[in-house]
């Protein structure tokens, strides 16, 4: 029996400038079992980084809930990693430190100091260990804010389009990584992707998210077992059948795969 | 990884003909110093040449000033045969070949005029041996007071820097904070800090404590404003970053927001060490028992210029090495920005 991870009651999140009101989110309602993979994807602006966002507990909902294992999510949590859009790294410290950060923020560096080198591994920046942020490629950074996030074992990590920078086969090794972590420590895994094979690829379940207001329009489950491939028939066909579903919110069709 | 590209040079590693010729330029202009020394007779009666004896060593001003022109020599020759190996520091190096060359040339000139000749105004403009003699009469006097200097500024720097990096990151990190003390380090600021000197000097127990406290406050400033100003420009998707990480606040303040603040810090203490030279020797030539500031002003009552000269070299020596020494910690704590500004 699987329980449940997180839950998501009837979210709200509006936001209000002098002369204009967003609702970034309407009544968002989500429950996630512990070691799924779930993918958000959704045009740009239908409230995916928001949501992400407010699951981290970097921001508050107007109404509505946010339970982590029963509890009320009210700010931040090193069990709930966050790998952010845009890099976000500590450009003052080296790759090394970088991944080391949420050791140290922990103070629990001394006893797990073996850990960064592991992780330089698995992202395989071996010999970049001493750079720093801007002597790296984007790609190469993305990889680090992953391991960054990785490094506190968190129950549930949240990643919000990190592979948009890095190239296809790159893309590949970390999406098999993920999935072995999934398996390894049965993390649970939120990713925000444009990328539908990606979402195909990896996920238990694919919430897609239509704007104004950013609403989850459709939750499908991926039911293909793993390793799922991603020219077979039963995988193409659940792309077609995801891609009409876009192209039927949207005014024209799009020329690629890609939202 | 740092990466620098340098062309491969194609005489690397020999000394040619041509990098001789210009070290021998380089230090041709104070050779030629030394024999306009040598050769010249001394014209002008208004220069007494008197013997100092250092442990069985006899110098008078002349001597003393060739071997400081030999130093030079050596100096620049010892810089030459090293740079001659490595072709960037070739190109440094004769570049600058001209300058030392006039420097000497310039020197022998002054010596000519200044003490051979005495035809610049004196007392006003002694020649560059006659600056020498200061060190020579008094050169135990000369160094007390140079440390005595260097103390004061020592001092009065470390605290300074140490209370301004504190409270511009109180007042960066709280809202209060800033709200209360923005205007106050605003109006402080402006108003240079000896004009406190009266205050200091009843409510301090010595002048030199009197003295620490004016440079504190004059490195105070710039420190504390850019301090806060790095905090504050810290972007929050950093602490954000951290706060997912496990940080608390003393991990956003001491791994976000000061490193973040750090080349602005920099930044304010260079600043406060300019303002901190001025301040140091206008406070010593207002009342100290010791120092650079107080050594000229004894020595102008005496009409003894050259004395003033000698210590402005000392000066300009003393406080271009603690710029660089600074200019080194700061390229050492910000290696993290190499390439990435310019
Ligand atoms: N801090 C904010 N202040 C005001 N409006 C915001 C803010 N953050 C997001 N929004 C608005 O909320 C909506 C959803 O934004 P969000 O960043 O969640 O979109 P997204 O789905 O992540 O888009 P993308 O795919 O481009 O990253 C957008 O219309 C955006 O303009
Ligand atoms: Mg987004």
Redesign the interface.
């Known amino acids: 029996m699987s329980d449940v991870i997180l839950e998501i009651k009837g979210i709200n999140r509006i936001y209000k400038d002098e002369d204009n009101t967003v609702e970034a989110l309407n009544d968002i309602n989500l429950s996630v079992k512990r070691g799924e993979f779930i993918s958000i994807i959704g045009s740009s602006g239908c409230g995916k980084t928001t949501l992400l966002r407010l699951i981290a507990g970097l921001d508050k909902p107007q109404s509505g809930k946010l339970l982590q294992s029963g509890e009320e999510i009210i700010s931040p949590d090193p069990s709930r990693g966050y790998v952010f859009q845009q890099g976000g790294l500590f450009q003052w410290l080296t790759v090394e430190q970088n991944i080391a950060a949420g050791l140290k923020a922990r103070r629990v560096y001394k006893e797990n100091k073996h850990k960064v080198a592991e992780y330089i591994d698995l992202i395989g920046l071996n010999g970049f260990e001493k750079s720093y942020p801007h002597q790296i490629s984007g790609g190469m950074a993305q990889r680090v804010a992953i391991a960054r996030a990785l490094i506190n074992d968190p129950e549930l990590l949240l990643l919000d389009e990190p592979m948009g920078a890095l190239d296809s086969f790159t893309r590949a090794d970390i999406q098999d990584k993920l999935l072995e972590l999934k398996r390894g420590n049965n993390a649970t895994m939120i990713l925000v992707t444009h990328d539908v094979d990606e979402a195909i690829y990896l996920s238990d379940r694919i919430v897609i998210m239509t704007p104004r207001p950013g609403k989850i329009s459709e939750i499908m489950e991926i039911k293909l077992p793993h390793p799922r491939h991603r020219g077979g028939v039963e995988f193409l066909s659940i792309r077609k059948n995801i891609l009409e579903k876009f192209h039927m919110a949207s005014a024209y069709p799009e020329p690629e795969y890609r939202i | 990884?740092?990466i620098s590209y340098k062309e491969p040079s194609p005489n690397k590693g020999r000394l040619n003909i041509n990098f001789i010729a210009v070290i021998l330029f380089t230090i041709a202009g104070f050779a030629a110093a030394i024999l306009a020394n040598i050769f010249i007779p001394q014209i002008s009666a208004g220069v007494k040449i008197k013997d100092y004896t250092f442990g069985g060593i006899t110098l008078n001003i002349n001597s003393a000033y060739r071997l400081v022109l030999a130093a030079l020599i050596a100096l620049y020759t010892a810089i030459g045969i090293f740079s001659a190996f490595d072709k960037d520091r070739r190109k440094k190096y004769k570049k600058r070949a001209q300058f030392r060359f006039a420097a000497g040339i310039a020197l022998a000139l002054w010596d000519l005029f200044g003490t051979k000749l005495q035809l610049l105004p004196q007392p006003f403009f002694p020649g560059p041996a006659g600056i020498i003699e200061a060190f020579l009469s008094e050169s135990g006097f000369v160094i007390q007071n140079t440390l005595y200097s260097l103390r004061l500024f020592a001092v009065g720097f470390i605290f300074g820097v140490a209370f301004g990096v504190g409270t511009g990151i109180i007042i960066g990190w709280f809202p209060k904070a800033y709200y209360w003390l923005t205007p106050v380090l605003n109006i402080a600021g402006v108003v240079p800090a000896v004009a406190w000197m009266p205050f200091a000097l009843t409510l301090f127990p010595t002048p030199f404590t009197a003295a620490v406290f004016l440079i504190v406050i004059c490195v105070w400033f710039p420190v504390a404003s850019l301090a806060a100003s790095g905090v504050q420009s810290t972007p929050k998707?950093?602490f954000?970053?951290?706060?997912?990480?496990?940080?608390?606040t003393s991990?956003l303040v001491f791994?976000?927001a000061i490193?973040?603040a750090?080349p602005q810090i920099f930044t304010g203490i260079n600043t406060a060490n300019a303002f901190a030279f001025t301040t140091l020797v206008m406070a010593e030539m207002m009342g100290q028992p010791g120092g650079l500031g107080y050594y000229i002003n004894a020595s102008k009552v005496w009409s003894a210029y050259y004395k003033v000269f000698a210590a402005i070299i000392v000066m300009a020596v003393m406080f271009s090495l603690i710029t660089k020494g600074i200019g080194l910690i700061e390229s050492r704590v910000l290696r993290?920005q190499r390439?990435?500004v310019k």
Do not use: D, I, N, S
């Open positions: 990884m740092r998707a950093q954000e970053a951290a706060r997912t990480l496990g940080g608390k991990y791994h976000v490193p973040h750090m993290w390439g990435l």
